[in-house]
Nanobody, 115 residues
Framework: QVQLVESGGGLVQPGGSLRLSCAAS????????MGWYRQAPGKERELVST???????FYADSVKGRFTISRDNAKNTIYLQMNSLKPEDTAVYYC?????????WGRGTQVTVSS
């Protein structure tokens, strides 16, 4: 079992920035895909960004150019740097780690973009 713990969420004004972190309880080296999803009230969970073992990131069109995903293998952590935040980015953000036979989720961190 692997536990994932997100942090870094909060309340920010439009145009502001936040950096989310997702720390794993064990080495992340074996995971093939790691990423971030979000779920806004009344909406389905959607994919935001992923990073693979080969370090090729994917971004949803809605966040491309504003969000950056990264990983630190030594700290067993992935990050999501979110810049130029918009009210429509308001959601609970979840990290997700996948490998062949496993799929793990964190409990989520709330991001609220409001003036």
């Amino acid at each position: 079992q692997v536990q994932l713990v997100e942090s870094g969420g909060g309340l920010v004004q439009p145009g502001g920035s936040l950096r989310l972190s997702c720390a794993a309880s064990r080495s992340i080296f074996s995971f093939t895909v790691m990423g971030w999803y979000r779920q806004a009230p009344g909406k389905e969970r959607e994919l935001v960004s992923t990073i693979t073992r080969g370090l090729s990131p994917f971004y949803a069109d809605s966040v491309k150019g504003r969000f950056t995903i990264s990983r630190d293998n030594a700290k067993n952590t992935i990050y999501l740097q979110m810049n130029s935040l918009k009210p429509e980015d308001t959601a609970v953000y979840y990290c997700n780690f996948k490998r062949v036979d496993d799929n793990y989720w964190g409990r989520g961190t709330q991001v609220t973009v409001s003036s």
